[in-house]
């Protein structure tokens, strides 16, 4: 009998312990339930106030939209040419720093009024490819491993890190934000002829372009005397069959020259090749900063939440859900007191 005292003490114990939890369950339920009623209460009691603020917020923002002229844009699509990719960052820092500090002098010189710059802005960053050639890839990392074996070879360095940055060259985007549509567009003309006044790289345009031409006369040359020494190799073989002898592709002449059609072929479409090469080079690099683009004015999108029928609800709306709380806390801290 004694035994089982503690049995049913035990029990009683845990049975105590198992509705204190409940209680405590119910009344958190309870309390949750209060505070959600306390909150619909409140917005039932100021219901009128909330929807009266929500329309003069939209009301506001239609006035602002119609009123307050919009944020223009253009969008320039530019490759930089010469490793001038450095200069073109350089100096749209330099412009951007001039519109800050106002610099009338600077804009002077372009021929643009400084008066009319007002919420115009320039910035420019890098277009990221999607998806990069693996091709391409591959193709530098042969280059880096020439790299190596060429280290203590400075001409052939230059050449190779000349060809990697060629063809890694990247395209950027230039931005231009104004609200003043012709005027901002033709700021943005002007500005991206200033970029393109630079003496250095306008000489090495120069250069660029007389070296390509020339390449393209001389291949043509070269093009030309391996045409005729294929006709007169095609007249000597019609005119001296008993004089000549073939092995393996080889032909020889009077048994001292010998003449290698497949490589003459070969070699006359690797110059007609470097001729399109040039001529598209030409093409490409007729300034140091490239324009593939001149994009036309079109308006900024913005983000919903950033649109003045959003917005200003949400300020008007916000505030007053601060008061309300600021009063509250200030009744509350008076029944302290």
Request: no cysteine; glycine share 0%.
């Given at each position: 009998m004694a035994d089982q005292v503690p049995s049913n003490s035990s029990n009683t114990s845990n049975e105590i312990d198992l509705g204190q939890l409940f209680e405590l369950i119910k009344k958190g339920f309870n309390n949750l339930f209060k505070w959600f009623l306390r909150i619909f209460l409140y917005l039932k009691k100021n219901l009128f106030k909330l929807i009266a603020l929500v329309a003069i917020g939209v009301a506001i923002g239609f006035a602002v939209?119609?009123?307050?002229p919009k944020k223009l844009k253009s969008e320039i699509i530019v490759k930089p040419n010469f490793e001038s990719k450095d200069y073109l960052y350089a100096t749209i820092d330099e412009i951007a720093s001039n519109i800050q500090s106002r610099d009338t002098i600077f804009f002077k010189k372009m021929g643009i009024d400084m008066a009319k710059l007002a919420d115009f802005n320039v910035e420019i960053q890098?277009?990221?490819e999607e998806e990069v050639d693996k091709e391409?890839?591959?193709?530098n990392n042969k280059y880096l491993e020439t790299l190596q074996n060429y280290k203590d070879n400075e001409f052939v360095l230059g050449i190779i890190k000349s060809e990697i940055l060629q063809k890694s060259a990247s395209i950027h985007r230039i931005t231009f934000m104004y609200k003043d549509a012709i005027k901002g567009e033709e700021y943005a003309e002007k500005i991206m002829g200033y970029i393109n006044t630079n003496p250095y790289f306008n000489e090495l345009q120069k250069i660029s372009t007389q070296n390509a031409q020339t390449?393209?006369?001389k291949n043509k040359g070269l093009i030309?005397?391996?045409d005729n020494l294929i006709s007169s190799y095609s007249k000597n073989l019609a005119n001296r069959e008993s004089?000549?002898?073939?092995?393996?592709g080889m032909v020889l002449f009077d048994n001292e020259n010998s003449l290698n059609i497949?490589?003459?072929l070969g070699q006359k479409n690797k110059l007609i090749r470097e001729i399109e090469n040039k001529q598209i080079e030409i093409v490409e690099q007729t300034k140091?900063?490239?324009?593939l683009n001149f994009g036309k004015t079109q308006a900024v999108k913005k983000p919903l939440f950033s649109k003045n029928l959003v917005l200003f609800p949400a300020i008007l709306l916000g505030g007053f859900f601060l008061f309300s709380l600021l009063s509250f806390l200030n009744k509350k801290s008076k029944e302290l007191i």
């Open positions: 939209k119609t009123f307050v890098p277009i990221e391409v890839i591959e193709q390449r393209i006369t030309e005397q391996i004089a000549t002898s073939q092995s393996q497949p490589n003459l140091a900063i490239n324009i």
